[in-house]
C-alpha cells in the first residue's frame, strides 16, 4: 500500500514539477519526486542509494533554487517578521520528532564499523567523492554569481 | 508493484518535457526526471537480484548525473546570461539574428 501511494506520489510531482509555470514552485515540487524516489529505495532495500540520493536531491536543489531565481528574473520581495516566524515555528515543530522518536536497529547497526570498513565495505570512498562533485558545483555557481555582480566583465 | 512501469511512465514524462518545453529550467528538470526514472529501474531490478553490485554501479551513476547537472546548470547560467531570455525559441531567433555570437 505504501509503496503504491509513493509511486502515486511520483508521477504526481513529476507533473508538477513539469508543467508547473512559476520556477520555484515547480523545483519544490522536484523535490517531492527525490523525496518520493528516496523513500521507493528505502523500501526497496537499497539504503546506501536512498542515502546518496537523498544528498544528491538536496544539493541538485539547492543549486536549481538559485539558479531557478536568477533566471526568472522576477522582482524580490522582503520577508516579512511574521512569515519568519511561522518558518521558525515550522523548524521546530519538525525537529520535534527527531529529539522525541528514535528508529530501533540504526544504532546497533553502526557501532562496531571501524574507518577501514565504512571507507571501503560501506563505500565511504563514494561519500567523499560526491561531496566533493557537490563542492565543485557549488564553487562553479558561486562563480558565475560573482561574474554576474561584477557586470559580466 | 511493478516500479519498471512507473519508471518507463517516469521516462515518458521527461521525454515529453523535453520536446515540448521550451523554458531552459523546465529541460533541466526534463532531463532530471529521465535520470530518475532510469536509477528507479536501475534499484527495482538490482533490489530483486538481491546483489549489491546494482547498488554500488547505481552510486557510480548518481555521481555522473550529478556531473552532468552541473554542467548543464553551467550551461544554462550561460546561456541565458549571454542572450538574455530562457525561452529556446527567443535563443534560436536571436542566434539566427547573428546577436549574443562571440569576436574572435
Not at chain 2, 12 to 26: D, E, M
Request: glycine share 10%.
Amino acid at each position: 500500500m505504501i509503496l503504491e501511494v509513493l509511486s502515486i506520489g511520483l508521477i504526481v510531482t513529476a507533473c508538477l514539477a513539469l508543467f508547473l509555470d512559476e520556477a520555484v514552485y515547480s523545483i519544490a515540487a522536484l523535490a517531492g519526486t527525490f523525496l518520493c524516489t528516496a523513500l521507493i529505495y528505502v523500501l526497496s532495500g537499497a539504503i546506501f542509494v536512498a542515502i546518496f540520493q537523498f544528498a544528491v536531491g538536496v544539493g541538485t536543489l539547492a543549486i536549481l533554487f538559485l539558479s531557478g531565481e536568477m533566471l526568472s528574473d522576477k522582482q524580490t520581495k522582503k520577508t516579512s517578521p511574521r512569515m519568519t516566524g511561522g518558518l521558525i515555528g515550522a523548524g521546530v515543530v519538525l525537529s520535534l520528532p527527531g529529539i522525541f522518536l528514535s528508529i530501533s536497529g540504526t544504532s546497533a547497526s553502526t557501532a562496531d564499523v571501524s574507518f577501514g570498513d565504512a571507507l571501503w565495505n560501506l563505500r565511504g570512498v563514494d561519500v567523499i567523492l560526491q561531496g566533493l562533485v557537490i563542492l565543485m558545483v557549488a564553487l562553479g555557481i558561486a562563480i558565475v554569481l560573482h561574474e554576474r555582480r561584477n557586470g559580466g566583465k | 508493484m511493478d516500479f519498471v512501469i512507473v519508471s518507463i511512465v517516469m521516462l515518458v514524462i521527461g521525454i515529453y518535457g523535453l520536446l515540448t518545453k521550451r523554458h531552459l529550467l523546465k529541460v533541466f528538470i526534463s532531463v532530471e526526471l529521465i535520470a530518475t526514472g532510469a536509477t528507479l529501474n536501475f534499484v527495482t531490478l538490482a533490489s530483486a537480484i538481491g546483489k549489491g553490485l546494482g547498488e554500488a554501479f547505481l552510486i557510480l551513476a548518481f555521481s555522473t548525473d550529478t556531473a552532468v547537472s552541473a554542467v548543464i546548470l553551467a550551461l544554462l547560467v550561460v546561456v541565458s546570461k549571454k542572450y538574455g531570455t530562457s525561452d529556446i525559441s527567443e535563443i534560436v531567433s536571436k542566434q539566427d539574428d547573428g546577436e549574443g555570437e562571440v569576436e574572435v
